[in-house]
């Protein structure tokens, strides 16, 4: 089969891990990329020897054969770019999260199946080796319920973070650390923990100017009585200290930590514990663009062969469903239903 063809709208911090992905993807085409500071579309560019633009619908009529688009941008500008992109015909790969509203990702996701093309969203975390095997060992049974648990994200964005590009920190274009930077861990818990029911929230801004909450600590209950917690900020001094995701199942335990590439406990039956971390933590370091490449890869499949993709848009829903309710219980000060 042909090369899958593409292009990348959005040339930043996050259109950058997706070029250096490319770079290992032999099968899909670079064609155009797009991005409304034409010399950061020019010099993205260069290397793929593609055609660059300053917006979207002017790609579009360019190249209105190309297979897929990767939408890179913030994230308040994701509903309009892939709406765009679905009504002219192309699937969609879009950086996390999805929208930063349930609204907002329904409306992309509607339109998707009626359009029938794939939307999928880079919640790749699920597909990294230690969260695989732990969900490996979940769905063979291996874990039973998973009871308890929760996932810790504390890491250093200093000030600069956030005064390096304006939309950083704001609500419109990126929220907080909810929707930016504790969503890998939190869309991994839930697919251990099924369907959140309720949940209570505090949420502050307690050491950077920014519009939306850098710190946040919350309890979740699950439709099958699961409870979990969530501890996160981007306050830490200096760097990251952790993401941590604690499974406490009625049968066995996983702590992935202090790194999502790292298994902290394994207290699996019929695991060697040992063995197991051993295997997962000595691995050969991944570089920062190949999770990147896991999430196109798994679009190519999905867009080529039919297969259903493991980073949905769909899937994604639940996600934002629940860190919506997390800022409105902050908010209100009370327990919030799903």
């Not at 609500?171 to 890998?184: K, P, W, Y």
């Not at 202090?258 to 691995?283: C, F, H, S, Y």
Request: charged share 20%; with cysteine.
């Amino acid at each position: 089969m042909a090369n899958l063809r593409l292009a990348l709208v959005g040339c930043g911090k996050m259109g950058q891990k997706h070029l250096q992905a490319l770079v290992h993807a032999p099968s899909l085409e670079l064609v155009a990329t797009a991005d409304a500071n034409e010399a950061q579309a020019q010099a993205a560019a260069v290397a793929f020897d593609a055609a660059w633009y300053a917006d979207l619908d002017v790609l579009l009529r360019h190249h209105p054969d190309v297979d897929g688009i990767i939408i890179a941008t913030p994230t308040g500008t994701h509903r309009s770019l892939v709406e765009r992109a679905l009504e002219a015909g192309a699937h969609v790969l879009v950086e996390k999260p999805l929208a930063l509203s349930v609204e907002d990702a329904m409306a992309m996701v509607q339109l998707a199946k009626q359009r029938e093309r794939v939307l999928a969203v880079t919640q790749f975390n699920r597909l990294l080796p230690t969260v695989s095997r732990a969900m490996q060992a979940f769905h063979q049974g291996h874990l039973g319920l998973i009871i308890e648990g929760g996932i810790y994200v504390r890491w250093a964005r200093p000030q600069s973070y956030y005064d390096a590009a304006p939309w950083r920190g704001t609500r419109q274009m990126d929220g907080g650390v909810l929707f930016n930077q504790a969503i890998h861990a939190l869309d991994v818990l839930l697919q251990f923990s099924g369907p959140i029911r309720e949940v209570f929230a505090y949420s502050g801004t307690l050491t950077h100017a920014i519009e939306v909450e850098d710190t946040v600590a919350a309890v979740l209950r699950a439709e099958n009585g699961g409870m979990y917690t969530v501890g996160a900020t981007t306050s830490v001094a200096n760097n990251n200290l952790e993401e941590r995701i604690v499974l406490v199942g009625q049968q066995g335990s996983i702590v992935i930590g202090p790194t999502a590439n790292q298994i902290e406990a394994w207290r699996v039956p019929g695991d060697d514990e040992d063995q197991v971390k051993d295997m997962l933590n000595r691995a050969p370091q991944r570089p920062g663009w190949q999770s990147h490449l896991d999430a196109l890869a798994d679009f190519e499949r999905a867009v080529k062969w039919g297969l259903p993709s493991q980073l949905s848009g769909d899937s994604a829903i639940h996600t934002i469903q629940v860190v919506e309710a997390l800022l409105h219980s902050a908010e209100v000060g009370q327990p919030v239903r799903l």
